[in-house]
């Protein structure tokens, strides 16, 4: 069977969230980690595959370069519809490369028109007036704006899209999506045939997405985040019952966390606060050579296998501003990420068998790590963060990657519970 729909997801997490999105909208889909080649085997009989790829920090080259590879190979397994899916919370500055991939994608499928719309309603973010908002703040006034790699100071979406494209960018406001799929449409075509490339849409509610994605059925390019996804699943047409989904393997479970944003950050207190063993890595000491790993690992041994436990380089805004005025953002990064990748490898020789990752880039490192290259998806513990199910040379492994602000507060004690 072809795929119905390709996805290319700019980060491991946010492919986990567009992935459920797709599930949710009743499609069986794949989750395929870094650019996918003729080895690259996906499970039987999916509607949609995610690719997640980690270009959404790198330079716009070589961004373009992975998600021209993922569209050309979703093209081979059949998929008519490709959707670019970047953060809900518009991560990128203006040296971004949303505008150059999005712009490479439709000049690769020969299309004169997008459409771009970040909301994600259940994780509060919606667009007015083509700004972005957060809860109940404009991004540029969210934590976002503190944000490791991209601090986010605007939130208006058009002239963060024109900064990162030659092309024209234009606005469907709410208003227009609120009188529904044909109003839609037609505003399409009036903004193509006024030489718009880019338009960004207005979206508050999983309605007013319900409506852009039937809107945008047809055009070969979309982009956004998850709600709109959902959104294109929901027009497409059912194809029968769900497959059953798999079990989660008996064993030990594990968090290890490099998100520092706001909401990993209360997971991790809230899991402290359950009295489960938590332990912090010292960057700074591995950066000097000590090996924080092996005494990680040390530890981990002297823990109650019946509990979960948590691992966390994550960091106050303080703190990791410290961190990074020693270390360099780049060199800081790469320190967790190696030992958070080490880690993983270790602890599910060791036997974890329920891993829970909090953070993108995190979640790159710890998949990079395993071998774990493509996943099926399965339930959702929370919004866009749902189980999925892996196999490494160390046997079976259900896998949830977080991304940074998403989750309940209670998420890494419920879900490593629940999944018992
Ligand atoms: N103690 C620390 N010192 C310096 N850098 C850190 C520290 N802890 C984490 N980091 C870095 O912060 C970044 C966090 O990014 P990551 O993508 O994992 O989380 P996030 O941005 O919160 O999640 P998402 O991308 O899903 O929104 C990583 O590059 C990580 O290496
Ligand atoms: O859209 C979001 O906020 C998330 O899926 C994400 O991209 C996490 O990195």
């Not at 590879?69 to 990128?92: E, I, N």
């Not at 490369?97 to 994608?105: E, F, K, R, S, Y």
């Not at 499928?109 to 309603?121: D, E, I």
């Not at 996943?375 to 929370?382: C, M, N, Q, W």
Request: with cysteine; glycine share 10%; net charge negative.
């Amino acid at each position: 069977m072809s795929l119905r729909i390709g996805c290319i997801a700019d980060d491991f997490t946010g492919g986990t969230d567009v992935a459920a999105a797709f599930r949710r909208a009743g499609l069986r889909t794949a989750l395929v980690f870094g650019a996918p080649d003729g080895t690259t085997a996906l499970p039987a009989d999916c509607d949609a595959a995610v690719i997640a790829l980690k270009s959404r920090s790198t330079p716009a080259d070589e961004a373009v370069a992975d998600s021209l590879t993922a569209q050309r190979w979703l093209w081979t397994k059949g998929a008519a519809q490709v959707y670019f899916k970047y953060c809900s919370t518009f991560d990128s500055t203006p040296q971004g490369n949303i505008g150059p991939v999005t712009d490479a994608l439709l000049d690769a499928a020969g299309a004169g028109v997008t459409l771009h719309c970040p909301a994600s309603p259940p994780n509060g973010r919606t667009v007015y007036q083509g700004h972005l908002f957060v809860q109940d703040q404009l991004l540029s006034d969210s934590p976002l704006r503190h944000h490791p790699l991209n601090p986010m100071t605007d939130s208006a979406l058009v002239r963060l899209l024109a900064a990162q494209t030659r092309h024209r960018v234009g606005l469907i406001d709410w208003a227009t999506v609120r009188r529904g799929v044909e109003a839609v449409r037609a505003a399409v075509v009036r903004h193509q045939q006024a030489g718009v490339r880019h338009i960004v849409a207005d979206a508050l509610t999983d309605d007013d997405l319900a409506v852009l994605g039937a809107a945008t059925l047809e055009l070969p390019v979309v982009a956004g985040a998850a709600g709109l996804a959902e959104g294109l699943g929901h027009a497409y047409p059912a194809t029968g019952p769900a497959a059953a989904e798999p079990k989660p393997p008996e064993g030990r479970a594990a968090v290890l966390a490099g998100s520092c944003s706001a909401r990993t950050l209360e997971q991790i207190a809230q899991f402290y606060a359950a009295g489960l063993p938590s332990l912090h890595l010292d960057v700074l000491a591995a950066a000097t050579g000590r090996d924080v790993t092996g005494e990680a690992l040390a530890w981990y041994a002297q823990q109650d296998p019946d509990l979960p436990v948590l691992v966390y380089a994550s960091a106050s805004p303080e703190e990791l501003a410290a961190v990074q005025a020693q270390l360099g953002v780049a060199e800081a990064a790469a320190q967790v990420e190696e030992l958070l990748g080490t880690l993983a490898s270790h602890l599910v020789e060791r036997g974890v068998r329920r891993l829970l990752v909090a953070g993108g880039e995190t979640s790159g490192a710890v998949t990079t790590a395993l071998g774990v290259r493509a996943v099926l998806v399965g339930e959702e513990a929370d919004p866009g963060v749902p189980w999925t199910y892996a196999s490494t040379a160390n046997g079976d492994l259900a896998l949830m990657l977080k991304s940074g602000n998403f989750g309940a507060p209670d998420l890494f004690t419920r879900a490593l519970s629940e999944a018992k």
